[in-house]
Nanobody, 121 residues
Framework: QVPLVESGGGSVQSGGSLRLSCADS????????LGWFRQAPGKEREKVAT????????YYDDSVKGRFTVSQDNAKNMLYLQMNRLKPEDTAMYYC??????????????WGQGTQVTVSS
C-alpha cells in the first residue's frame, strides 16, 4: 500500500470550480492506475475518473465527462482532478486511489483519506 493524501475540497455554488490534488510517495508499479472516486451519504462509492499510466488513456464517468479532467505531475508525485461547472449532484466525499493494472483491470490498493466537496444550488 502507498498512502495518498487528498486536498482541495470545499463548498462552492453550482457552476463553480474546484481543483483536487492527491499527493503520493511514489509507486512501484510500471503499469498502474490513478483514479478518483466519490461517495455520497447513503450511496455506493462510484468511479469518477481514471488515468491509465503507461498508455496515457483516461476514463470518465458519463456524469462528469466534459466537466472534469484528470491529470498528473510526475516530478511532484501529484494527481489532480479539475472540476468545472459543478452541480449539486457532485456533492460527495472524493477519494484518490492507486494500484496496478492487472488483466485489464485496476486493482486499487492505496487510498487517500478523502476530501469533501459540497455544491449548493
Amino acid at each position: 500500500q502507498v498512502p495518498l493524501v487528498e486536498s482541495g475540497g470545499g463548498s462552492v455554488q453550482s457552476g463553480g470550480s474546484l481543483r483536487l490534488s492527491c499527493a503520493d510517495s511514489g509507486y512501484i508499479y510500471s503499469t498502474f492506475c490513478l483514479g478518483w472516486f466519490r461517495q455520497a451519504p447513503g450511496k455506493e462509492r462510484e468511479k469518477v475518473a481514471t488515468l491509465y499510466i503507461g498508455s496515457g488513456n483516461t476514463y470518465y464517468d458519463d456524469s462528469v465527462k466534459g466537466r472534469f479532467t484528470v491529470s498528473q505531475d510526475n516530478a511532484k508525485n501529484m494527481l489532480y482532478l479539475q472540476m468545472n461547472r459543478l452541480k449539486p449532484e457532485d456533492t460527495a466525499m472524493y477519494y484518490c486511489a492507486a494500484g496496478p493494472r492487472e488483466q485489464g483491470s485496476c486493482r486499487y490498493r492505496s487510498w487517500g483519506q478523502g476530501t469533501q466537496v459540497t455544491v449548493s444550488s
